[in-house]
Nanobody, 125 residues
Framework: VQLVESGGGSVQSGGSLRLSCTASGFTFDDFEVGWFRQAPGSECELVSMLSSDGSSDYSNSAKGRFTISRDNAKNMLYLQMNSLKPSDTAVYYC????????????????????WGQGTQVTVSS
């Protein structure tokens, strides 16, 4: 079982990035999936999540700027991030779990489901 994120990098404020997460070793369709992020010295926060029935949820900071999507046929999860701000700078993690998608706590990004190793996003002003 593996989740591998890609697409992170450095971008200027106002720019866009598209994160991808490739899942392998399990039946992706039945899982609730999501993106979390953690900035240095900050708590792990949920950015967005997507259920197997297609319903989605976003943090207040992500609403209107980020879009989560999945391609079950390809076992892929995506996060389109537009109008990026320096406050979006963090390590972004994808996660998948049979509902509900959970994290252990706010101290670090991890949980009882499947988690990737993270991809760094840096937004400069």
């Amino acid at each position: 079982v593996q989740l591998v994120e890609s697409g992170g990098g450095s971008v200027q404020s106002g720019g866009s990035l598209r994160l991808s997460c490739t899942a392998s070793g399990f039946t992706f369709d039945d899982f609730e999936v999501g993106w979390f992020r953690q900035a240095p010295g900050s708590e792990c926060e949920l950015v967005s999540m997507l259920s197997s029935d297609g319903s989605s949820d976003y943090s207040n900071s992500a609403k209107g700027r980020f879009t989560i999507s999945r391609d079950n046929a390809k076992n892929m999860l995506y996060l389109q991030m537009n109008s990026l701000k320096p406050s979006d700078t963090a390590v972004y993690y994808c996660a998948a779990e049979r509902p509900p998608l959970r994290k252990y706590d706010d101290v670090f990004c991890g949980g009882p489901g499947y988690w990737g190793q993270g991809t760094q996003v840096t937004v400069s002003s």
